[in-house]
């Protein structure tokens, strides 16, 4: 059973960062590309970041230059450091990733966790 924790979430004011982190829990599996994702209220889930096994890198351009999503490969871990947050940043942010386990890969969502950018 593969899961994606993620952690890191919370309250922080305007200009300030947060860092998300994103690990795949399970044996004997391997992480490969994996993305961020986030959702406020009343809107769709938009991508905000991508990044490949090889650490290839793709942004939303709402947060290109103050987010830089990074990985841990040894330890299937994504990260998401979050600087310059800005008040529409606030959403509910989740990780997404193709899980390999098992001689076949699976897609997976992480629960999501609460971001809020408040003064």
């Known amino acids: 059973q593969v899961q994606l924790v993620e952690s890191g979430g919370g309250l922080v004011q305007p200009g300030g960062s947060l860092r998300l982190s994103c690990a795949a829990s399970?044996?004997?599996?391997?992480?490969?590309?994996a993305s961020w994702y986030r959702q406020a209220p009343g809107k769709e889930r938009e991508l905000v970041a991508s990044i490949t096994r090889g650490s290839i890198t793709t942004y939303a351009d709402s947060v290109k230059d103050r987010f830089a999503i990074s990985r841990d490969n040894a330890k299937n871990t994504v990260y998401l450091q979050m600087n310059s947050l800005k008040p529409e940043d606030t959403a509910v942010y989740y990780c997404?990733?193709?899980?390999?386990?098992?001689?076949?890969?699976?897609?997976?969502w992480g629960q999501g966790t609460q971001v809020t950018v408040s003064s």
């Open positions: 997404y990733g193709w899980v390999w386990q098992r001689l076949r890969t699976s897609d997976y």
């Open positions: 399970g044996t004997g599996l391997s992480m490969n590309t």
